[in-house]
């Protein structure tokens, strides 16, 4: 549990000097902003410090306006309790914590009743249709910014809002409504159709086929840009993650996984805990082992240092740990099966990069051909997991992807499954001409490994 560090005030209404206690940190971008969990006169409040020293004051402003723009156009949102200047005149917004009410986000992940997704998400469309009808247009449009406390949807996040006197026309509505449906993971499984005509209902619109057509189109576009945007905010400090330092290390884990944990602490006993685990391989590039942390079963990888020279290289190319966290962010996001990434750290010495450590957590299967020699398994089943390793392939090619060292240790057979495991020597493509000769490499694999079942 993080200490309570307390922050003074001038409020700019009443002109006071109010103390705020900050029990914990939601989100940190560097330079720009900071956002607390915390208490004002014994209420919960969420207090968003604004630091860049060129910029915190017109975000400040901007925010504070936005509020006030969204309750003077009836739309649920959060209310200032204070605004003002702390001691080192960083620009500080107080907001009323809203009651029992929770990111739609994360309701969405922790929920596997269908009628209740669609239900929450529908309440969200509909939100959102009187936000374009009112003139307001969120550039950071995701179910992240929404809360529901089983009722009422709020709306959050006002600074990347824009507000206008009129409606949002139909192309910028049609946009709006690509940027949504792209932030909806396939695995939450919702009934689009269903939500464009909640949406085009409150509105007043009429809904036909090729305006699906036409936003699925656009959603597929949004939802490859979402995927970069999302990879930036894995590596610091928000709602789903944890950016820690201490000494010559520093590394990002899931909230979920470390929150609470001493980062020193860790990082002193993780070699030792890796060597006492079970060792699943061994040799001068890294160590594996799976080891038990925090409650939960996890394979950690620890990247060897080899010299000089290969930390210099691996120090302008970034680390291989590093590496491997965003392709599994990367894959999770494009639905592509892949053991949860749940944190990755670094050390340097000197600036260069020595040592990084790589945390996923594990998987309980078999590699692919170990399953398909089982005589026990029936024959359909085998050709429907060799038919689903195919799609998962197909579906790398499709977002020019390739995984370098494609073997049969590589795919795991989880709950009858296929799961792409072991990230480090995966690639993204720009160049068409790069990427097939990576994807001839890779059928070649799979065709001189017997990868794929046949009869």
């Known amino acids: 549990m993080q200490n309570i560090q307390q922050m003074t005030i001038r409020d700019t209404t009443s002109g006071k000097s109010i103390t705020l206690d900050c029990t914990r940190i939601l989100r940190r971008i560097k330079g720009r902003r900071t956002v607390y969990e915390g208490l004002f006169d014994g209420k919960p409040v969420i207090i968003k410090c604004f630091n860049s020293a060129l910029y915190g004051r017109h975000h400040f402003k901007k925010e504070i306006r936005g509020f006030k723009e969204l309750t003077l156009r009836n739309i649920k949102t959060a209310q200032i309790a204070a605004a003002g200047q702390n001691e080192r005149k960083d620009h500080v917004v107080v907001l009323e914590k809203i009651e029992n009410a929770v990111d739609v986000f994360s309701l969405l992940e922790s929920t596997d009743d269908r009628a209740t997704t669609q239900s929450i998400l529908h309440a969200v469309f509909i939100c959102v249709a009187h936000m374009h009808a009112a003139g307001v247009l969120q550039r950071d449009l995701h179910t992240g910014n929404f809360l529901w406390n089983g009722e009422t949807i709020y709306v959050l996040d006002p600074a990347e809002m824009t507000f206008s006197k009129n409606p949002l026309d ?113 040799g001068n590039t890294c160590l594996v082992s799976r080891i038990q942390l925090n409650g939960r079963d996890v394979v950690v990888k620890r990247y060897n240092h080899k010299g000089l020279w290969h930390s210099l290289r691996h120090t302008l190319k970034s680390s291989r740990a590093k590496k491997c966290w965003l392709f599994g962010h990367r894959l999770s996001e494009l639905e592509i099966a892949t053991a949860k990434p749940l944190g990755f750290f670094e050390q340097r010495k000197f600036g260069l990069l020595w040592q990084s450590y790589s945390l996923n957590e594990f998987i309980d299967g078999q590699n692919i051909r170990d399953y398909f020699k089982q005589s026990d398994t029936p024959q359909n089943l085998k050709e429907e997991i060799s038919q689903a390793t195919q799609t998962m392939l197909d579906n790398l090619a499709h977002f020019k992807m390739t995984h370098g060292d494609l073997k049969p240790s590589n795919i795991l057979i989880h709950q009858d499954n296929p799961v792409l495991i072991d990230l480090d020597s995966m690639k993204h493509h720009g160049c068409q001409y790069m990427r097939r000769l990576y994807q001839q490499k890779m059928n070649d694999n799979i065709n001189e490994r017997n990868i794929l079942w046949k009869k």
């Open 170 to 282: 139909e192309t910028t509505s049609y946009q709006q409504l690509a940027i949504l449906l792209a932030s909806l993971s396939e695995s939450f499984w919702v009934n689009r159709s269903e939500l464009l005509e909640a949406y085009f209902e409150t509105r007043g619109w009429q809904l036909i086929s090729s305006m699906i057509e036409m936003i699925e189109k656009l959603m597929e576009k949004q939802r490859l840009k979402r995927i970069r945007h999302t990879l930036r905010k894995t590596l610091r400090t928000s709602k789903r993650y944890i950016q820690e330092k201490h000494g010559s290390y520093k590394g990002v884990f899931a909230r979920d996984f470390f929150s609470g944990q001493n980062f020193s602490a860790f990082i002193s006993a993780i070699d030792k805990q890796m060597e006492d685990g079970q060792v699943l391989k061994r």
